[in-house]
């Protein structure tokens, strides 16, 4: 398996791949911890929130 | 549910705390002696422990691990037991891991003059301290993490991610980074070279303003901004976006250092694209931490450590704003190599970390020896004293960069660069002087501040074990209805370690893999050879010295540097070098042609160079390196050296690190006697052979 990935990559030309996947890769996580945040319930939010000023 | 009494550990956070205010003078002291040695080179330059190469490293050191790594540790060990509701998992470990960190730091402050460095920047410890690192590190996160997992609170608060991101993104950095080939006791090689050993270098170089520098000092934000305004974080959605999305991007950010250099083109796109989108997540925070004091801005006036806070936030803003500008290619051409990075880095230390520290430390030393701050008088004076040292210390600076870049870039209108490299460097001197000025102002302001501590420490009594009570948590949670699927990763510290560690593996993955596989990244030049045994002599002086700290091996393409300094330099002539010396800063020429064409010197003008620089260039900063003329090149370390290289895969014969020093003498004793024809007596064996023959070996195997 790994010779197959080393003999890949050795020959490999076209390089411009890893910045557009990379992009993809962040608007992918991006999106996500938007959706995560707005998923967020705002009660809970506001517990944490407050969570240094307790102790 | 039953209510439980325990105790938070104050003796641990009071040992960081001291340990802070102390390392913080020292190496500032150390910062303005490196600064003063480029005022006064003769003077302060105390040859060969304490010239500027080997004790800038330490005055980086002992700022970056010492001051600010002190200061981390303090505010991680009193807001994480109190955000958890817990005591520290053990008492054992914490005074491991506060010994063991001080104990590094003595390493370091006794081998870092003495010469023994990997000269591999903010990495300079060589391996057996490296292991160390490693051991205390782990020790800190397995404290943490037991902690987290005893914890009295469900809800893992913003500040404790970036704790976790902290520890885990460090231990990788270090891991990777630190991969070096001991020779001796204390010396090493890279396990990396050339390109590849600048990536891995700055992909750890980068990150660790990142997560040595920032993540745990936003942590600290969160907490200790909140607690002194008396008044919750403006927005904590916007804290969990801030968190995300920063430990994604600044993990690629890495090759923005290695801009128009030898490494490959889409590593450096990567770089720049991933840098700029820093801005965001970085801003996003710092107008997080400033709107936390909305409605507040009248206490501002009135309380110092607010003010603290509010200028690190803000410095915060500056240099997270000026790091993505610096990364477009355009401003990088200009600002690389040259002062204005220095102002850069300073914002961000004297500013973002400094500020934070002394606001945290004037905040938390009252309460947990319960008593009044000694003098607000005084912090007042502190505060005003370091927020003019830091303009003091960046405006010189600023205008010194710009100065000394278009003065390296001028040409005549015939065509001929105007200004020789000299000219630039004694331009320098009145900002200089100015620039330890503003240092001077800083490290009073902080003796000032450590008077005050200590005055407050005097005065109360140290409540060493907190009395505190919360209720237990529930043993088996019951889920909410409709609860969303990220609740289930909020609660639990292992897969979000684990997250976090897929989070920065991606970048660092996706930029380092391709460059050590990829062939066509690295083309090879067939005439470039390994060094010889007393080049590779020379070159291990070279990096014991330190002489990266002021001197470039690196061409970049344009027509400013070709003209002054020969050919651009290609990837493949550093594939023999471990571990690269492309350095970061230019106070004294690029020396990677040195040795060809229109650069190349006699040997005996190196010789009375190393001797007294400012005898050949007069107004030069340079220290003398006359101890080299006297000390005698440890031979014996040859053949090691040699097998080592071998092992690393430079293609030396099978049986030559049994000939290497024969080969080595022929070659000293023709320096030699080319110098005696120059009226210098000088034996073959001294160090300084080795030096002149690793200099004039310097860019010439492309000529070949």
Not at chain 2, 554 to 566: D, L, Q, V
């Amino acid at each position: 398996m790994y010779s197959f990935i080393k003999k890949y990559t050795e020959t490999m030309q076209d390089q411009n791949i890893y910045p557009l996947f990379s992009l993809l890769v962040f608007v992918v996580f991006f999106v996500a911890v938007l959706w995560y945040v707005k998923a967020l319930d705002k009660n809970e939010v506001e517990e944490i929130k407050n969570l240094p000023l307790e102790h | 549910m039953q209510v439980e009494s325990f105790q938070y550990d104050n003796k641990t956070v009071r040992n960081f705390a001291i340990a802070t205010i102390i390392w913080g003078v020292v190496g500032m002291t150390v910062g303005l002696w490196v600064a003063l040695q480029l005022v006064y080179p003769t003077v302060l330059n105390l040859q060969p422990y304490f010239n500027f190469g080997r004790i800038r490293p330490l005055h980086t050191n002992a700022v970056i691990f010492a001051f600010v790594g002190n200061a981390m540790f303090m505010g991680i060990y009193y807001s994480l037991q109190r955000l958890l509701k817990a005591r520290m998992f053990s008492d054992a470990l914490s005074a491991i891991h506060f010994w063991g960190w001080q104990l590094i730091i003595v390493a370091a402050a006794i081998t870092l003059p003495l010469g023994f460095s990997t000269a591999k920047e903010y990495a300079e410890l060589e391996w057996p301290i490296d292991i160390a690192i490693t051991i205390v590190w782990v020790i800190f996160g397995f404290n943490m993490f037991a902690t987290i997992i005893k914890r009295r609170e469900r809800h893992l608060y913003v500040a404790v991610w970036f704790y976790i991101a902290t520890f885990v993104t460090v231990a990788v950095l270090h891991l990777v980074n630190s991969l070096e080939l001991p020779v001796t006791l204390f010396k090493s090689y890279s396990w990396y070279a050339g390109v590849q050993d600048a990536l891995v270098q700055w992909w750890y170089g980068h990150n660790a303003v990142a997560f040595f520098l920032t993540t745990p000092f936003l942590g600290l934000m969160y907490y200790f901004m909140p607690k002194a305004a008396n008044r919750p974080v403006f927005s904590y959605k916007l804290s969990i976006i801030h968190f995300w999305a920063l430990i994604f991007l600044y993990i690629w950010a890495g090759p923005h250092h290695l801009l128009y250099t030898a490494l490959p083109n889409w590593a450096q796109s990567l770089g720049i694209v991933f840098s700029f989108m820093l801005i965001f997540p970085s801003w996003g925070g710092m107008i997080n931490g400033l709107l936390t004091l909305r409605g507040a801005w009248d206490k501002v006036r009135e309380d110092v450590i607010l003010k603290f806070m509010v200028v690190a936030v803000t410095a915060y803003g500056m240099s997270t704003f000026e790091g993505p500008m610096l990364s477009l290619k355009s401003i990088n051409a200009v600002a690389h190599f040259s002062d204005w990075i220095i102002a850069h880095v300073h914002i961000g230390g004297l500013g973002w970390n400094g500020m934070l520290t002394f606001g945290i430390l004037y905040w938390l030393i009252p309460r947990i020896y319960k008593t009044e701050l000694y003098s607000k008088k005084l912090a007042n004076i502190h505060f005003w004293l370091a927020t003019l040292g830091i303009l003091f210390y960046a405006i010189p600076m600023y205008w010194a960069g710009f100065q000394q870049v278009a003065m390296w870039k001028q040409f005549t209108p015939s065509g001929q660069l105007k200004y020789q490299f000299l000219e630039t460097v004694t331009y320098m001197a009145p900002f200089y002087a100015m620039r330890a000025l503003g240092g001077t102002l800083y490290l009073t302001g902080a003796i000032i501040g450590m008077v005050n501590y200590f005055k407050t420490i005097g005065q109360g009594t140290l409540q060493a074990n907190e009395d505190a009570q919360a209720p237990a948590l529930e043993k088996t949670y019951t889920q909410h209805t409709g609860e969303h699927w990220h609740r289930w990763i909020e609660r639990r510290p292992t897969p979000f370690l684990l997250l976090s560690l897929i989070v920065i593996l991606i970048g660092g993955l996706v930029e380092l893999v391709p460059t050590f596989l990829v062939k066509s990244n690295i083309p090879t030049i067939s005439s470039v050879k390994p060094y010889t045994a007393l080049e590779l002599q020379g070159r291990d002086i070279y990096t014991r010295e330190g002489c990266y700290t002021c001197h470039s091996q690196m061409i970049r393409p344009f027509r400013s540097e070709t003209e002054r300094y020969g050919e651009y330099s290609k990837a493949g002539e550093f594939v023999y070098d471990h571990p690269f010396q492309w350095g970061s800063k230019r106070t004294g020429p690029d020396l990677a042609r040195e040795g060809s064409g229109n650069l190349k010197k006699s040997n005996s003008w190196h010789y009375n160079h190393f001797e007294e620089p400012n005898s050949i260039s007069t107004g030069s900063v340079m220290p003398s390196y006359s101890f080299l003329i006297d000390d005698n090149l440890d031979t014996a370390s040859t053949p090691l050296k040699i097998n080592a290289m071998r092992t690393l895969g430079v293609p030396y014969a099978a049986d030559y690190a049994s000939k290497a020093n024969q080969d080595l003498m022929i070659q000293a004793k023709a320096i030699s006697d080319d110098l005696q024809k120059d009226g210098i007596k000088v034996s073959p064996n001294k160090e300084i052979i080795a030096l002149i023959a690793y200099m004039q070996r310097l860019g010439t195997d492309i000529n070949k």
